[in-house]
């Protein structure tokens, strides 16, 4: 009889323990709910690490001396953002956090080496580490509103090389802007269509505004299973050696117009009185396999006048052409891109080996990219 009392109470006291236990977890997740905590499966960790190599076939490879041994020459390279170090090189390491609840959430995305300081350039008093930092409120299923600094909604390439097919980035990409920091409000309108309304910073000052000046930003979008199109708009004051306005206007689309072929364009006309760039580029892309894929770049670019940014720039009126022919390799989390790119110029802006000037260069690198 004492076995079979014993066995009743243990029975009884693991009811009760289940029974408490059920109460205080309905209890506890009543009391979150209610104080808006969200659970731990919405934080997120991403991010990606790349390096590359990087050789010219008809270009210098490395820094060449005078006799007294001062530099006179260095590795050359296109005028374009990232991947222009010879040799092996680094790219980034990118750790992007973030938060996702019913209603609020954050995004916190860090960047470190060459790539990532190249993404944050003009940040005032910046460590060089900030890609993007913003908090938002899901307002409704209509109006989410972000507030901080994010990526620009302009163009077809973006910051991260995971993110892109060519490793290498166009003239249009590396002209700007790259990021904005403000408040802007985004719209679902039904399915398919989109917008966004934005008022920022001048553009890649991101940590403050030392200047009173402020530009605005417009965007329309229109997707559905097959693609998606976008037409941005900037407008204001960007730099504070002029008081006037730059007016940007850009198209990005992309669709599948098969299971293995994908086509991509971009447009874009920038202008701050007579001061500017225009360009158009195609993004044709072909699934080859499940592991890899190849794609091209081919990309015209014109600058217009060069006040505010002589440093980048080849000069007024030159005209250039990047071809840009990349294959994509996936192993697991690893992309492989081996890359050929011929930039041709309207003027001598190269060095050959032999120190002379001449129209072309052509390269070749091939990257390895860790996304997670």
Known sequence: MKVITNSKL???LLLAAVVLSSSYTYAQEEMDEEMGVEEASNWTLSGSVDAYFRANFNGLNKIEYNEDGDPIAGPEAPASSFANDPGFALGMANVILGYEGSKVGFVADLVFGPRGEEAVFNSIGSSNIVNQLYVYYNVNDALTLTLGNWN???GYEVISPAANFNYSTSYMFSFG???HTGLKADFNFNDNWTGMLAIMNPTDYTEFNP???YSFGGQLGYSNDSGSAFLNLLYGEQSPLSDEATFQIDLTTGWDLSDAFYLGFNTTYADTDGTGFYGA??????QTSDSFAIGLRAEY?????????EAIVYGDDVEALDFTLTGSYTVGNLIIKPELRLDSIS???????DLNRNDNLSSFLIAAIYAF
Do not use: H, R
Request: glycine content about 2%; charged content about 25%.
């Open 177 to 179: 802007p790259f990021s």
């Open 301 to 309: 670019f014109k600058e217009l006048d060069n006040d505010f940014n």
């Open 347 to 353: 003027e001598d802006v190269f060095l050959d080996s």
């Open 211 to 213: 200047f009173g000046k």
């Open 152 to 154: 620009t909604f302009l």
């Open 281 to 286: 580029a195609i993004y044709p892309q072909l």
């Open 10 to 12: 243990t029975k009884f």
